[in-house]
């Protein structure tokens, strides 16, 4: 029985079908034609950016965890102002000997050495040297001179960088010295994650080589989506040195953007090259090209268009280090996407049937419908209702334990056991007591200084409370320390913090490094439901337009949703609970890292997004041409189920390689995104996805006459 208001039976909108190449068709047409000036403006953009990109690990920044406009950052834009730099920014160099005291000859030339090489630099403050009662243990062998910050949280980070090789080498003769605070906390946990990165790189490209030869069969057109990936790579590398003359850009963002251009280029290049070499079979090199671009280029397109939108969505949060980590990844898919589109085509127009050349012997025989994932959608049909339920009763048991999670940003225990920085923070604990290295900062107008530090005494949870010091400069405000009873990662400072600020005087403003986490943490649970319903639905409306067809969209959005859910809990059955802990070397913080579920949502969620557009944009280009949802479904999965097991393998590859790193933020992503992939991959797009073709029928591809005249015109088939 027809639908109302839909399509032909042939699935064909006579309106709409054109037999002619497409607006993408023709543009990449006259690209293949013109290949030579595609390929002189990418060598020169290359050249151009590639002149910068080499310093993008140096130059981009290394600070902006907080909330912008929140208390502890109006308390740390204080403290520099009016405290000589005396903010939750200043470094802190523990100076520590377990037999000399603090007066000793020693120690006191090696505290003058310190001070030396702060009053060198102009990015470091006032000095402010160790002070018995406050800054000197009790059994006087510890002292923490304080360095203030006379400069931006993050070139204070560079200049930790720049500084603490010189001030770990004053080191000698049973005196040992260790920067470390915020600042220096950023520097060394920055290098850790670099290290661990550029490592998982290294490991995971001669990997991801030998799946991309198994995957083609030929050496020629594996290496092109390494290709595109080096290009992608170079020019979002440069791209970030030059933004970042503009605004601060995080040394994070190069990281994620490193690890999504490798995943998502060799994804679209994957995509794009096979079905080329399939159309290479009954047409020339350029008109191969040509219905390649129509098909699988208008599925790339809006495949990387989704995982913008997704991206997008992140950049509501108000905190400039995860604003910038997407803008990075952004810029990275908007390269290689650019490279798809242009930079492929051209190449593949070049190369022609020598895309094939170096073939194995089985590549001969490989076709682009393959029998064995036309076998498997047949199997799909005759029995959906088994598979539906144990792919969906597998990723509702795996989501389950998401509903115990629990977040917090990083504590110590991130850092390295050997970093200067962790070292100094264990001794400042054993010396001064467990919350000595996030003392809680409180400014507040000279008048109120008396009062604020009674209440403050009288909080459960502060150990003691500094006298008030007056401004550096004049002005009228005083500064008081309160220093926890607990370690600044202790889920109590939450309460201290609330109750500091609730019974405090209204003129107080309570600040310092823990503060700063817990406000940056209360911000992201705040944003969160804003962000996944925009990316919801956003990415709803984009399968909208790519798919035409409501019901499906719908469903290809619900489907990701769970895939992304069962992923989070995953990672809090492994990084919260301990799973498997021993086996993948770290030690769970009893929460997972604070800016995980909003900034992994939108890069599952976009991921998820970008397999769903492969099948059904092929599944729809198979119903455009027969208007049978059988066929849409079998050869939808037959011409697209090679790639997506091929891409979900270098995927989880790449993503893999980073849970083989010792810092644990880095560990983190790989294993949630690896596992998040694994999940979307084999049980919603090869079983789940196509068994909703299968009960939906001629009902997933239905689409009432008046949202067809009011969506633009997109067709599959060629």
Same mark, same amino acid.
């Not at 280029?297 to 949060?317: D, E, M, N, P, W």
């Not at 880095?666 to 009960?695: H, N, Q, S, W």
């Given at each position: 029985?027809?639908?109302?208001?839909?399509?032909?039976?042939?699935?064909?909108?006579?309106?709409?079908?054109?037999?002619?190449?497409?607006?993408?068709?023709?543009?990449?047409?006259?690209?293949?034609?013109?290949?030579?000036?595609?390929?002189?403006?990418?060598?020169?953009?290359?050249?151009?950016?590639?002149?910068?990109?080499?310093?993008?690990?140096?130059?981009?920044?290394?600070?902006?965890?907080?909330?912008?406009?929140?208390?502890?950052?109006?308390?740390?834009?204080?403290?520099?102002?009016?405290?000589?730099?005396?903010?939750?920014?200043?470094?802190?160099?523990?100076?520590?000997?377990?037999?000399?005291?603090?007066?000793?000859?020693?120690?006191?030339?090696?505290?003058?050495?310190?001070?030396?090489?702060?009053?060198?630099?102009?990015?470091?403050?006032?000095?402010?040297?160790?002070?018995?009662?406050?800054?000197?243990?009790?059994?006087?062998?510890?002292?923490?001179?304080?360095?203030?910050?006379?400069?931006?949280?993050?070139?204070?980070?560079?200049?930790?960088?720049?500084?603490?090789?010189?001030?770990?080498?004053?080191?000698?003769?049973?005196?040992?010295?260790?920067?470390?605070?915020?600042?220096?906390?950023?520097?060394?946990?920055?290098?850790?994650?670099?290290?661990?990165?550029?490592?998982?790189?290294?490991?995971?490209?001669?990997?991801?080589?030998?799946?991309?030869?198994?995957?083609?069969?030929?050496?020629?057109?594996?290496?092109?989506?390494?290709?595109?990936?080096?290009?992608?790579?170079?020019?979002?590398?440069?791209?970030?040195?030059?933004?970042?003359?503009?605004?601060?850009?995080?040394?994070?963002?190069?990281?994620?953007?490193?690890?999504?251009?490798?995943?998502?280029?060799?994804?679209?290049?994957?995509?794009?090259?096979?079905?080329?070499?399939?159309?290479?079979?009954?047409?020339?090199?350029?008109?191969?090209?040509?219905?390649?671009?129509?098909?699988?280029?208008? !599925?790339?397109?809006?495949? &990387? #268009?989704? @995982?913008?939108?997704?991206?997008? %969505? +992140?950049?509501?949060?108000? *905190? $400039?280090?995860?604003?910038?980590?997407?803008?990075?990844?952004?810029?990275?898919?908007?390269?290689?996407?650019?490279?798809?589109?242009?930079?492929?085509?051209?190449?593949?127009?070049?190369?022609?049937?020598?895309?094939?050349?170096?073939?194995?012997?089985?590549?001969?025989?490989?076709?682009?419908?393959?029998?064995?994932?036309?076998?498997?959608?047949?199997?799909?049909?005759?029995?959906?209702?088994?598979?539906?339920?144990?792919?969906?009763?597998?990723?509702?048991?795996? !989501?389950?334990?998401?509903? &115990? #999670?629990? @977040?917090?940003?990083?504590?110590? %225990? +991130?850092?390295?056991?050997? *970093? $200067?920085?962790?070292?100094?923070?264990?001794?400042?604990?054993?010396?001064?007591?467990?919350?000595?290295?996030?003392?809680?900062?409180?400014?507040?107008?000279?008048?109120?200084?008396?009062?604020?530090?009674?209440?403050?005494?009288?909080?459960?949870?502060?150990?003691?409370?500094?006298?008030?010091?007056?401004?550096?400069?004049?002005?009228?405000?005083?500064?008081?320390?309160?220093?926890?009873?607990?370690?600044?990662?202790?889920?109590?400072?939450?309460?201290?913090?609330?109750?500091?600020?609730?019974?405090?005087?209204?003129?107080?403003?309570?600040?310092? %490094?823990?503060?700063?986490?817990?406000?940056?943490?209360?911000?992201?649970?705040?944003?969160?439901?804003?962000?996944?319903?925009?990316?919801?639905?956003?990415?709803?409306?984009?399968?909208?337009?790519?798919?035409?067809?409501?019901?499906?969209?719908?469903?290809?959005?619900?489907?990701?949703?769970?895939?992304?859910?069962?992923?989070?809990?995953?990672?809090?059955?492994?990084?919260?609970?301990?799973?498997?802990?021993?086996?993948?070397?770290?030690?769970?913080?009893?929460?997972?890292?604070?800016?995980?579920?909003?900034?992994?949502?939108?890069?599952?969620?976009?991921?998820?997004?970008?397999?769903?557009?492969?099948?059904?944009?092929?599944?729809?280009?198979?119903?455009?041409?027969?208007?049978?949802?059988?066929?849409?479904?079998?050869?939808?999965?037959?011409?697209?189920?090679?790639?997506?097991?091929?891409?979900?393998?270098?995927?989880?590859?790449?993503?893999?390689?980073?849970?083989?790193?010792?810092?644990?933020?880095?560990?983190?992503?790989?294993?949630?995104?690896?596992?998040?992939?694994?999940?979307?991959?084999?049980?919603?797009?090869?079983?789940?996805?196509?068994?909703?073709?299968?009960?939906?029928?001629?009902?997933?591809?239905?689409?009432?006459?008046?949202?067809?005249?009011?969506?633009?015109?997109?067709?599959?088939?060629?």
């Amino acid at each position: 029985m027809a639908l109302p208001d839909t399509v032909p039976a042939t699935g064909r909108d006579p309106d709409r079908h054109v037999s002619a190449p497409g607006i993408l068709g023709r543009l990449v047409g006259a690209m293949v034609t013109r290949r030579r000036w595609v390929f002189g403006v990418w060598l020169i953009a290359l050249v151009a950016l590639g002149s910068a990109a080499p310093s993008v690990f140096t130059s981009l920044a290394g600070a902006g965890w907080q909330a912008n406009g929140s208390e502890s950052v109006q308390v740390r834009e204080l403290a520099q102002q009016h405290f000589g730099g005396n903010s939750s920014a200043a470094v802190q160099v523990v100076v520590h000997s377990d037999t000399a005291s603090i007066d000793d000859p020693a120690m006191q030339q090696t505290l003058t050495e310190v001070a030396a090489v702060f009053d060198a630099d102009a990015r470091f403050g006032d000095i402010v040297e160790p002070a018995p009662g406050m800054t000197i243990s009790p059994d006087g062998h510890t002292g923490i001179l304080i360095a203030g910050a006379n400069a931006s949280t993050d070139d204070m980070v560079k200049a930790v960088d720049d500084v603490k090789a010189e001030l770990t080498a004053l080191s000698s003769d049973g005196i040992e010295v260790y920067p470390t605070g915020s600042s220096a906390l950023w520097s060394d946990f920055n290098k850790a994650n670099h290290d661990a990165m550029i490592q998982a790189e290294l490991f995971s490209w001669p990997l991801t080589l030998a799946i991309m030869v198994l995957a083609f069969g030929s050496l020629v057109a594996a290496g092109l989506p390494l290709l595109l990936t080096v290009a992608g790579l170079v020019a979002s590398a440069g791209g970030l040195v030059l933004l970042n003359q503009v605004t601060p850009i995080s040394v994070w963002a190069m990281n994620f953007a490193m690890m999504f251009a490798l995943a998502l280029g060799i994804d679209y290049a994957l995509f794009i090259v096979s079905r080329f070499r399939d159309a290479l079979r009954n047409a020339d090199p350029r008109s191969a090209v040509t219905e390649t671009m129509d098909t699988a280029g208008k !599925a790339v397109l809006l495949s &990387g #268009l989704t @995982v913008l939108v997704s991206l997008s %969505a +992140v950049l509501l949060v108000p *905190a $400039p280090a995860v604003r910038t980590m997407a803008v990075g990844i952004m810029l990275a898919v908007t390269f290689v996407l650019i490279a798809t589109m242009t930079l492929l085509p051209a190449t593949l127009g070049a190369l022609g049937t020598k895309v094939n050349a170096a073939s194995l012997p089985y590549a001969k025989r490989q076709q682009h419908r393959s029998p064995k994932f036309a076998a498997w959608g047949e199997l799909l049909h005759k029995h959906p209702w088994p598979f539906a339920v144990i792919s969906v009763g597998v990723l509702i048991a795996l !989501a389950l334990p998401v509903l &115990g #999670l629990k @977040v917090a940003m990083p504590s110590i %225990a +991130v850092v390295p056991e050997d *970093a $200067p920085v962790r070292q100094g923070y264990e001794l400042v604990q054993a010396q001064f007591g467990d919350g000595a290295p996030g003392a809680l900062q409180i400014i507040v107008p000279s008048s109120d200084a008396a009062a604020t530090a009674t209440a403050a005494s009288n909080i459960d949870g502060v150990s003691m409370v500094t006298p008030p010091q007056p401004a550096a400069d004049g002005s009228n405000y005083a500064l008081l320390q309160a220093l926890p009873a607990v370690d600044p990662s202790d889920e109590t400072m939450d309460t201290i913090l609330g109750d500091l600020r609730a019974q405090l005087p209204e003129s107080a403003l309570v600040g310092g %490094a823990p503060a700063e986490n817990l406000d940056l943490q209360q911000a992201l649970n705040d944003y969160l439901p804003l962000v996944i319903g925009i990316i919801l639905v956003l990415g709803f409306l984009l399968l909208l337009v790519a798919l035409q067809a409501p019901l499906i969209a719908i469903l290809g959005t619900a489907v990701s949703l769970l895939s992304t859910a069962a992923a989070f809990g995953v990672a809090k059955l492994i990084f919260q609970d301990g799973h498997g802990a021993s086996l993948l070397g770290f030690t769970p913080q009893g929460f997972l890292d604070g800016w995980g579920p909003v900034f992994f949502f939108a890069m599952i969620f976009a991921i998820a997004m970008d397999y769903t557009v492969f099948l059904l944009a092929t599944a729809k280009e198979h119903y455009e041409k027969t208007g049978d949802p059988k066929t849409a479904q079998v050869d939808g999965l037959a011409h697209s189920g090679r790639v997506i097991f091929a891409a979900a393998a270098v995927m989880v590859a790449v993503f893999f390689t980073f849970a083989l790193s010792d810092p644990l933020p880095p560990k983190e992503m790989g294993i949630i995104l690896g596992v998040a992939v694994l999940l979307d991959a084999f049980l919603i797009r090869l079983i789940l996805l196509p068994v909703l073709l299968r009960l939906t029928g001629h009902a997933a591809w239905w689409s009432p006459a008046w949202l067809r005249k009011v969506l633009p015109s997109i067709s599959f088939s060629h």
